[in-house]
């Protein structure tokens, strides 16, 4: 494999800062759900929470991802408040240790979004659904100032798979951002991020034509992030189990860096930055 160097230039502003993407960088996941569908990621009791920020930041990863609403096909569908209880409580946690953090909330609800933000001072918001579910997300986003990640799904968690008929998936997935893309520039949002949305309104053998396709999205010159940690297209295809899809991850991640990831979001930090080392030494050998 040739590995794609990186020419887009990813700068996102997180409170007057400039924090680089022009080298990737590793987003940890942690999910204050006792429901995700990779049980050694469930961070529920606050002993917890705190380990994972701390394995998270020693191994690297210089985004924590906080998520308080399993996004797993069929999940519950949990109200506001409790995620917002959920989510409060995890970002205190971890705000409290480490005050510097840079904190990324996976939410798709506007009011959730704006209470991080500017209660809890959380950097990043993460919508898996591209501002489809709440309507009031991009408003949310343009008046809060912090950048975003757009995400490509359709339907809700509960629904997602009953949508995945394309005509041409790449074609349709590169109008929906082309479009989203847009509407929030003319808001004046500057700093988006994309994600295509692996596993989300996709078949197997979809989530891996859009892998194949994924050097392409560098048309829209915007950082890329790819999150395929030990999500079924992995041990669907292999014949295993999410605790069983590290190797698996491994190989998708490097080949998402060769198409020129900025982020990889990921349950296994420590292999995720030595993946992005070695991949990195590929590309400047003598470095």
Known sequence: MIFKENKIPNFINIKGRLFDLSAPRVMGILNATPD???????????????????????????????????????CEDISEEEELKRLANAV????????????????????????MVRDFEADIINDISGGEIDKAMFETIADLNVP????????????????????????????YFSRKINTLRLMGVKDIILDPGFGFSKTLDQNYVLMKHLKNFDI?????????????????????????????????????????????RVHDVKEAVETIKICDKINNPNS
């Open 92 to 115: 205190g946690i971890v705000k409290k240790e480490f005050p510097d953090a840079v904190i990324s909330i996976d939410t798709f609800r506007s009011g959730v979004a704006r209470s």
């Open 36 to 74: 995700s569908f990779y049980s050694k990621s469930r961070c529920a009791a606050d002993d917890d929470i705190l380990n994972r920020a701390r394995e998270i930041i020693s191994q690297g990863g210089e985004i924590i991802d906080i998520g308080a609403y399993s996004t797993r096909p069929s």
């Open 220 to 264: 829209f010159n915007r950082p890329l992030l790819v999150g395929i940690s030990r999500k079924s297209m992995i041990y669907k295809l292999l014949g295993n189990t999410p605790e069983e899809s590290l190797n698996g991850t491994t190989v998708l991640n490097t080949f998402a860096l060769g198409a020129g990831a900025s982020i990889l």
């Open 148 to 175: 975003y990640i757009l995400m490509h799904m359709r339907g809700t968690p509960q629904t997602m798979m009953q949508y995945t008929e394309y005509g041409n998936i790449i074609e349709e997935i590169f109008l």
